[in-house]
């Protein structure tokens, strides 16, 4: 059965400090692995599609990687308002609808 | 940029109220989606179209039903609301070939009394 699995649930940073978030995930046929932003109360905002292992993907702070079972979500000094829910998706070639599938997120809280 | 626009954001409404929630999008895509998302859990479908006259049940079951009469515009309507109604619904579309990025609109907030 498909799955996408995201840690760690909540991470809280000091301004400044770097890290990662992770996406493990399992399907049968990988057609696109996507980042999505989430602020409270509102629709995840679109970050990134990659699409085969090797691929890399930068915006201002975030950069984005994939490998055949993972991807990472790479956070260089990060600023309080890069605070958000962050979630990560991924289609599978065997669905019949191109349909998504979703983490359950991590909870990114940085502090000044 | 992504034009999708949902009304209301917020509903409060009794048990049994029969309710539509809003979805329209500018872009002219032809998928259109409907999710549901408790707090701090998954994304899950309830309904896509993939065009005009189109509509499909997600993954999730839902007693809401989704209409698609016109390409801009998705409502989704419960007959009978009730407390287990109660969640964020997110509608979301994209184009229909090439890679399927989808744009969220805002969301609508039930809660059902």
């Known amino acids: 059965e498909d799955q996408v699995t995201q840690s760690p649930e909540a991470l809280r940073l000091q301004e400044g400090e770097s890290s990662s978030l992770n996406c493990s995930y399992t399907?049968?046929?990988?057609?696109?692995l996507f980042w999505y932003r989430q602020d409270p109360g509102k629709g995840p905002e679109f970050l990134f599609t990659l699409y085969s292992a090797g691929e890399e993907k930068e915006k201002e702070r975030l950069k984005a990687t994939l490998t055949k079972k993972e991807s990472f979500l790479h956070i260089t000094a990060p600023k309080p308002e890069d605070s958000a829910t962050y979630l990560c998706a991924v289609q599978d070639l065997s669905g019949g609808y191109n349909k998504l599938i979703f983490g359950a997120g991590t909870r990114l809280a940085v502090h000044p | 940029e992504a034009d999708i626009y949902q009304t209301p954001r917020y509903l409060v409404i009794g048990t049994g109220k029969k309710i539509t929630l809003e979805c329209s999008q500018t872009m002219g895509h032809d998928k259109m989606y409907w999710y549901q998302q408790d707090p701090g859990m998954e994304l899950h479908l309830i309904h896509y179209s993939y065009g005009v006259n189109s509509t499909e049940k997600g993954d999730l079951s839902s007693e809401s039903t989704v209409s698609r009469i016109r390409t801009e515009h998705f409502p989704l309507t419960l007959e009978s609301a009730r407390p287990s109604h109660t969640s964020q619904y997110l509608c979301?579309?994209?184009?229909?070939?090439?890679?399927?990025?989808?744009?969220f609109g805002p969301g609508t907030r039930l809660t059902v009394l």
């Open positions: 399907v049968s046929g990988l057609r696109g």
């Open positions: 979301a579309s994209s184009e229909y070939g090439g890679p399927n990025t989808q744009y």
